[in-house]
């Protein structure tokens, strides 16, 4: 078994299914100078970029916090549990096998890649008009949660290179779906138009993006409505913090 397949199985049983690997020059040469591997780690070759679609990491997650007293109650258990499993689980046997890894991770305070950038490169997910990325089978309901920095090479795209649904979408309902009109096409997210009506605490944003769940992409695979209000309540804090400083 090569290095890539013993990642994807390690990563699948905590429900992070969603994995692919691209060359770090690739990525490096569209990424913008500041979110550019190269700058993190010189010597990388490729990214293995680590997500999860549908609500399989959600459910580890849960399970695993059930025997983890007081988990849920940290300030982030979610992002800690991804740490956890990725520093754990997947990360050691790289480098127990011989190889250079750092783990680049969308929260906290450390280096940054764009991670949206990287899954659409990597053939994990495509555009889309309501602000999140979109798979061909989980719709909007995937999360990118870690991007490995390896100093060898491997090149293992995702199905879903140059997918982008929303130009030949002859529904679009997440449209008329938001109740702050903040989707449109071709424009796509209006970013302060959704985050006025949501920090002014609207209630019918408050446990859903209800342009996300009329996606006609993946619903069978949308988040468990307990996800769905965790995700949201983050979102909002994010979003609160932001508007204040722009006010």
């Not at 905590?14 to 591997?37: K, M, Q, S, T, V």
């Not at 700058?39 to 997650?61: H, K, M, Q, T």
């Not at 991804?82 to 250079?100: D, F, L, S």
Request: a neutral charge; aromatic letters at 10%.
């Amino acid at each position: 078994m090569d290095l890539f397949d013993d990642i994807t199985k390690n990563a699948q049983r905590f429900g992070l299914n969603l994995i692919a690997a691209l060359p770090a020059e690739r990525y490096d040469l569209a990424a913008a100078p500041a979110y550019r591997a190269g700058a993190i780690y010189p010597e990388c070759r490729s990214i293995v970029v680590i997500g999860n679609g549908g609500g399989d990491f959600w459910r580890a997650f849960k399970a695993y916090a059930a025997v983890n007293p007081g988990w849920f109650e940290r300030e982030n258990p979610l992002d800690d549990f991804t740490r956890e499993v990725v520093e754990k689980k997947i990360v050691m046997p790289i480098r127990t096998a011989g190889v250079r890894c750092i783990a680049i991770y969308p929260f906290g305070h450390g280096p940054a890649l764009n991670f949206m950038q990287l899954a659409m490169l990597a053939g994990l997910a495509g555009p889309s008009i309501i602000g999140v990325v979109v798979h061909p089978v989980f719709g909007p309901w995937i999360a990118f949660r870690a991007a490995l920095l390896l100093g060898c090479e491997i090149d293992h795209p995702g199905g879903a290179v140059g997918f982008d649904p929303c130009p030949t979408c002859s529904i679009r309902s997440c449209i008329n779906a938001c109740p702050a009109a903040a989707v449109s096409f071709p424009s796509g997210w209006d970013i302060p138009k959704c985050m006025a009506h949501r920090v002014e605490a609207h209630p019918n944003c408050a446990d859903r993006c209800d342009a996300r769940v009329a996606c006609v992409l993946g619903p069978d695979e949308r988040y468990p409505d307990d996800e769905l209000v965790y995700h949201q309540m983050c979102a909002l804090r994010l979003m609160r913090q932001h508007y204040r400083k722009i006010k």
